[in-house]
């Protein structure tokens, strides 16, 4: 994996395709003061190594916009969205992993039984507030999100979150582009990024 290449890729993609006010400035917070590019995307499974992060909100986009630009997307489901919208939930609905995995290191026994320090990413959260709905309030900071936006990001976990599965069932109802996201999260995580976990 070559972390300059994906990086180039999100800021290039970024740049053609959001465009709204203060845009610029969340893409200058995230290259300059966050760890963003080089940050895990889990401790444990998927996208736990560095770069983990970058690689997975990558993998959204290419998942999702495959499935916005399906004919049976729009034919069927009447599901459509713009270009600039299709990016901004999917390049950014993970900013809530940003600056929150740290190294450290334990111990462990290697192959022939000795005790060594090995790395590890431990979870170091100084910003507790939540996993979507802390994406959306950073990413909300810098500019405004369409209500539609907002649930998609806030609700990208879909069931998999650890709350009120009646209020998740009515926000995905209310807000296709949400359950979208939710799709496109999934086959990133557990086809494209499972697999690769397999093929190392």
Known sequence: ??????????????????????????LDYIVNKTDFFTSPAST???GSYEGG????????????????DDPHTKEVY??????????????????????VYKVDYRNAKD????WQKVPYYAFDDQLPYGHGEKSVYIISGFMKLTRQEAFAIRYHMGF?????????????????????LY????????????????DK
């Open 78 to 99: 009447s599901l459509e969205c713009s270009d600039e919208t299709i990016a901004l939930i999917a390049l950014l609905h993970d900013l809530c992993k940003m600056n």
């Open 160 to 180: 998999s979150g650890e709350e009120n599965k009646t209020t998740i069932g009515n926000a995905l109802n209310m807000y296709p582009l949400a359950a979208a």
């Open 53 to 68: 992060l970058l690689q997975h909100s990558l993998n959204v986009y290419d998942c999702m916009k495959h499935f916005m």
């Open 111 to 114: 192959e022939n039984g000795v």
């Open 1 to 26: 994996m070559d972390i300059n290449a994906l990086k180039e890729r999100f800021i290039s993609i970024y740049k053609e395709n959001i465009k709204r006010e203060g845009a610029d400035k969340l």
């Open 183 to 198: 799709m496109a999260d999934m086959q990133a995580t557990f086809f494209i990024e499972n697999n690769m976990r397999k």
């Open 44 to 46: 444990r499974f998927h």
